[in-house]
């Protein structure tokens, strides 16, 4: 392996790292190639990226750019495409190529060397949001248009002057949800995939919009509060806290507010743990986790919530024996935790309801609580085998399941379960 090809691999350890020759032979990858690509270095031996890559249509767009490099000698600066592995993982990837090239800057016609990396978690993002700005359009406008269309019926003509006015200021209400939403979808995340700074953006939108529309402030305050208390600053009320008792305290609550479900809530909670976080936002996150769970699983279902330790991590599990995610939805879950069914399905429920939803914000606000206090979240479930397609519905209690008979049967179809992986702290008593 010559200098050149050594410092590339080197420097983009993090980085996948192929180099083909001209015939489209693999002649070297880096181990992170290999993780990424889902392959084994025994497979390569004397295989071209045609034996290796092209048995599977979703990686079109990788090969293209392979086989732009290989027989048309052209490479690319930066592209994003999908891939699918051959153990059925997608992931979204960063491509680059180039020639490689002698230290003396002549080129080395030896074959083309490509790099790329993993995005799939900052392209899920991308698309969770998009996917909330809809729902957020759609409660912003739902209600302002119901206030028009009421408006209608109080315009007579000695109305006329009032109801003129109250036109004009919703239609300036309307202009400012649409500007609000046309800044916070530009598309500029090279560099920066956090979406703190969109957020922070927004709110100096709001302050403008207040000096500039003083008649509005109350409302724009208002959205500046819910703002800030949906996507908390950096400056936090960070305590050691203990697990065990905010669990137990959270549950209780829980319970309380979604007596009106035949959902069991199970606690297992061996022994108490610590860790260094702010108790109101473990609450949110508690509370966000548990309700989604029990709004995804049917009356006689059971929700688990436990606690546990390895190592210097804390971990805490949520686990339904609810309908399950399906695959498509499953590779957007961590960009945002997007509702996989229209808006208006949930329009008429209620909180903790089967099937409910919700607004979308509170596993959204899940992504900017992990940045600010840096845990992270897992996630695995198995969609119910006999409602496997988003469309297909659970009666929403197992006792009018065709299907299945008790609730060990439905528990055996399908769940989800969410862990939860902070630092551990020491307990401050001891």
Same mark, same amino acid.
């Given at each position: 392996?010559?200098?050149?090809?050594?410092?590339?691999?080197?420097?983009?350890?993090?980085?996948?790292?192929?180099?083909?020759?001209?015939?489209?032979?693999?002649?070297?990858?880096?181990?992170?190639?290999?993780?990424?690509?889902?392959?084994?270095?025994?497979?390569?031996?004397?295989?071209?990226?045609?034996?290796?890559?092209?048995?599977?249509?979703?990686?079109?767009?990788?090969?293209?750019?392979?086989?732009? @490099? +290989?027989?048309?000698?052209?490479?690319?600066?930066?592209?994003?495409? #999908?891939?699918? %592995?051959?153990?059925? $993982?997608? !992931? =979204?990837?960063?491509?680059?190529?180039?020639?490689?090239?002698?230290?003396?800057?002549?080129?080395?016609?030896? @074959? +083309?060397?490509?790099?790329?990396?993993?995005?799939?978690?900052?392209? #899920?993002?991308? %698309?969770?949001?998009? $996917?909330? !700005? =809809?729902?957020?359009?759609?409660?912003?406008?739902?209600?302002?248009?119901?206030?028009?269309?009421?408006?209608?019926?109080?315009?007579?003509?000695?109305?006329?002057?009032?109801?003129?006015?109250?036109?004009?200021?919703?239609?300036?209400?309307?202009?400012?949800?649409?500007?609000?939403?046309?800044?916070?979808?530009?598309?500029?995340?090279?560099?920066?995939?956090?979406?703190?700074?969109?957020?922070?953006?927004?709110?100096?939108?709001?302050?403008?919009?207040?000096?500039?529309?003083?008649?509005?402030?109350?409302?724009?305050?208002?959205?500046?509060?819910?703002?800030?208390?949906?996507?908390?600053?950096?400056?936090?009320?960070?305590?050691?806290?203990?697990?065990?008792?905010?669990?137990?305290?959270?549950?209780?609550?829980?319970?309380?507010?979604?007596?009106?479900?035949?959902?069991?809530?199970?606690?297992?909670?061996?022994?108490?743990?610590?860790?260094?976080?702010?108790?109101?936002?473990?609450?949110?996150?508690?509370?966000?986790?548990?309700?989604?769970?029990?709004?995804?699983?049917?009356?006689?279902?059971?929700?688990?919530?436990?606690?546990?330790?390895?190592?210097?991590?804390?971990?805490?599990?949520?686990?339904?024996?609810?309908?399950?995610?399906?695959?498509?939805?499953?590779?957007?879950?961590?960009?945002?935790?997007?509702?996989?069914?229209?808006?208006?399905?949930?329009?008429?429920?209620?909180?903790?309801?089967?099937?409910?939803?919700?607004?979308?914000?509170?596993?959204?606000?899940?992504?900017?609580?992990?940045?600010?206090?840096?845990?992270?979240?897992?996630?695995?479930?198995?969609?119910?085998?006999?409602?496997?397609?988003?469309?297909?519905?659970?009666?929403?209690?197992?006792?009018?399941?065709?299907?299945?008979?008790?609730?060990?049967?439905?528990?055996?179809?399908?769940?989800?379960?969410?862990?939860?992986?902070?630092?551990?702290?020491?307990?401050?008593?001891?």
């Amino acid at each position: 392996m010559d200098d050149t090809l050594s410092s590339v691999i080197i420097e983009s350890m993090s980085n996948g790292v192929v180099v083909l020759d001209f015939q489209g032979h693999i002649t070297h990858i880096n181990p992170a190639g290999l993780d990424l690509l889902g392959l084994k270095s025994e497979e390569i031996r004397d295989r071209t990226y045609a034996e290796l890559f092209m048995g599977e249509p979703e990686n079109d767009a990788f090969n293209d750019i392979l086989l732009s @490099g +290989i027989q048309d000698k052209e490479t690319r600066l930066y592209r994003e495409v #999908a891939f699918r %592995r051959k153990d059925g $993982r997608r !992931l =979204d990837l960063a491509v680059t190529t180039s020639f490689l090239r002698l230290e003396s800057g002549k080129w080395k016609n030896e @074959g +083309i060397v490509v790099v790329f990396k993993d995005i799939t978690e900052f392209k #899920a993002l991308d %698309r969770a949001r998009h $996917r909330v !700005l =809809d729902h957020l359009s759609h409660e912003l406008r739902t209600p302002l248009s119901i206030v028009l269309a009421s408006l209608r019926r109080l315009d007579t003509p000695e109305n006329q002057r009032p109801v003129e006015r109250i036109k004009r200021n919703l239609k300036r209400l309307q202009d400012i949800q649409a500007d609000v939403e046309d800044i916070i979808k530009q598309r500029d995340f090279e560099g920066d995939h956090s979406p703190r700074p969109r957020i922070e953006q927004t709110l100096d939108l709001v302050e403008l919009l207040v000096e500039e529309n003083p008649v509005h402030a109350h409302t724009l305050q208002a959205l500046k509060e819910m703002v800030k208390e949906l996507f908390p600053d950096r400056t936090t009320n960070v305590q050691t806290l203990s697990m065990g008792s905010s669990i137990e305290r959270m549950i209780a609550v829980v319970r309380e507010l979604s007596s009106h479900r035949n959902v069991r809530l199970l606690t297992d909670i061996k022994e108490d743990q610590y860790v260094l976080i702010d108790k109101e936002v473990f609450e949110k996150i508690l509370m966000s986790l548990v309700k989604n769970a029990i709004e995804n699983t049917p009356d006689g279902g059971v929700v688990l919530i436990s606690l546990g330790a390895s190592s210097d991590t804390v971990e805490v599990f949520v686990k339904d024996t609810g309908v399950g995610i399906t695959q498509e939805s499953q590779g957007q879950i961590f960009g945002g935790f997007y509702h996989a069914k229209d808006t208006d399905l949930y329009s008429t429920k209620k909180p903790f309801d089967f099937d409910a939803g919700g607004k979308g914000l509170e596993l959204l606000r899940l992504k900017i609580f992990e940045e600010v206090y840096r845990f992270s979240t897992e996630c695995e479930s198995v969609r119910c085998g006999h409602i496997p397609r988003e469309m297909d519905s659970c009666p929403g209690v197992i006792s009018k399941c065709p299907y299945v008979q008790g609730e060990e049967q439905c528990a055996q179809s399908g769940g989800t379960a969410f862990k939860l992986m902070f630092r551990g702290a020491k307990d401050p008593d001891a």
